[in-house]
């Protein structure tokens, strides 16, 4: 079992920045694959910034303003958000795969966090 718990969400106004945690425990391995997706009201949770081995992948949209990062030595993955927007509001979810592959779609994901909510306000 791995147990994921996210912190750092919280209301910010446009072109502000926000860093998201993800804590991990338990049966935890730096050969995991981990992920970040997010559900805005009435949308379907889609796939934000993941990460494998040392390669990175991100949604289009978050590109350039999202960076995923991973610190092996606290079992903890990072999500820095600059440059907001509202429509960057929803709740962030910390997901973690027992493979080395990342993937952009939620259904391969083992474990999830909890989640966090990021309200941007314009």
């Known amino acids: 079992q791995v147990q994921l718990v996210e912190s750092g969400g919280g209301l910010v106004q446009a072109g502000g920045s926000l860093r998201l945690s993800c804590a991990a425990s338990g049966r935890t391995s730096s050969s995991y694959a981990m992920g970040w997706f997010r559900q805005g009201p009435g949308n379907e949770r889609e796939f934000v910034a993941g990460?494998?081995?040392?390669?990175?992948y991100y949604l289009d949209s978050v590109k350039g303003r999202f960076t995923i990062s991973r610190d092996i030595a606290k079992n903890t993955v990072y999500l820095q958000m600059n440059s907001l927007k509202p429509e960057d509001t929803a709740v962030y979810y910390c997901a973690a795969r027992l493979r080395a592959q990342s993937s952009a779609v939620a259904g391969p994901y083992d474990y999830w966090g909890q989640g966090a909510q990021v309200s941007v306000s314009s």
């Open positions: 990460m494998s081995d040392l390669n990175t």
